[in-house]
């Protein structure tokens, strides 16, 4: 695929691509999954390579990469071990772009350097049972006390939580005024007294998963305040666009991974004296699954360089999640149909690529809401 990639960029993918050939097998991907197990030893060597930081700044223990370079990372990760992709998501968008950002200088001091090296993890909760796609709705409060904000309420899917040290939460500290005014975010220690969890179970995201969380009197320090105070909506705006890029990224390259199986597959398998993939359904079929992740992949790029150059739009943002995370939905699905009724067994991958596949079009916005701001920059 003939992405513009810097020499650079390049060598960058080539040595991601090494490390994930090398480190990350099927066996190792397929036993997280059944385990429920968070990958920690290969998340750790990820920051021992540097990767968890690659878009913090090198002065805060990072190496200063673009959204290009965080979209290759992902995108190669994404290809061997999807959720390993998300939980380097999470350090890149809550961590190295959302404290890099928003935090206060003492705070990015002490906590950039250690999400850079892995020693701390990061997640993100701003769903709420009433507040899902209508999130400006959320309720959990956040009271000034003192040096602290006091945090009471519930979170729902806060995902990867069991394996964070650190939530970016967002808050409602004012109740005045329009729904989209008075939310602030902060970032706050998982295991702050007053906090609680429970784990939902899941179709799949099974070795990071997902839970409610209960904040119960929780007190944070007022220099945990990201960005300004009941002026946390924007900021949310700014996340959630480049989550929506290091997610598509990611699927991308779990889309290929399923490509490239169900290809293998239709070579070996023979039925009526010939190899599957010389029936044109087939092929026709696995035509079709390029075509999806082809264009995906100029979607993921098209989007970083426009971050990049500072010229990415809100459209742009809402196009790539919408494509790209209907078009793994779909490679999946056609893939699992090219390998029958084995696509259909635990022995295969494909059943894990079509249970991932589902949530695309689910978190961070579902396609229908993608839908809705594409249409309203359209004047509609
Ligand atoms: C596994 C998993 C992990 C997640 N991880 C996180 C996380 O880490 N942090 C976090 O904060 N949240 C997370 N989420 C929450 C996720 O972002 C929400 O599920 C999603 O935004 C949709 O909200 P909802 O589930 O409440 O659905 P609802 O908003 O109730 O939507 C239900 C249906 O109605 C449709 N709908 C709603 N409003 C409209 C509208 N205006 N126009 C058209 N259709 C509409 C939706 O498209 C959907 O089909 C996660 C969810 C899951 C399932």
Redesign the pocket.
Known sequence: MDVDFTQEQTMFRDIVRDFCEREITREYVRECDREHRPPRELYDKLGAQGWLGINIPTGYGGSGGGAVEVAILLEELGRAFLDLSFWVFRAVTWGGLTLGRDAAESVKEEFLPQIADGSKTV?????EPQ?????ASIVLSAVEDGDDYVLNGQ??????FKASDLVVV?TRTSSEGRKHHGITNFLVDTDSPGISYTG?E????WPLG?AQVFFDDVRVPKDRMLGELHEGWADLGVYLRYERLCLSAARTGAAKAALADSIEYSHQREQFDRPIAKFQAVAHRLADMQVLTEISEMLVYRYASRLDRDIATVRDAAILKLYACDAYKQVADMGLQVLGGYGYTMEYDLQRHYRESR?GV????????Q??IIAKTMGL
Do not use: M, Q, Y
């Not at 997640?123 to 769903?127: D, H, M």
């Open positions: 997640c993100f909760a701003l769903s507040a899902g796609s209508d999130a979170k729902v899917f806060t995902s990867g967002a939902i899941t179709l799949g995201h997902t949530l689910i978190g961070a916005g579902t396609s229908d809401i839908r809705n």
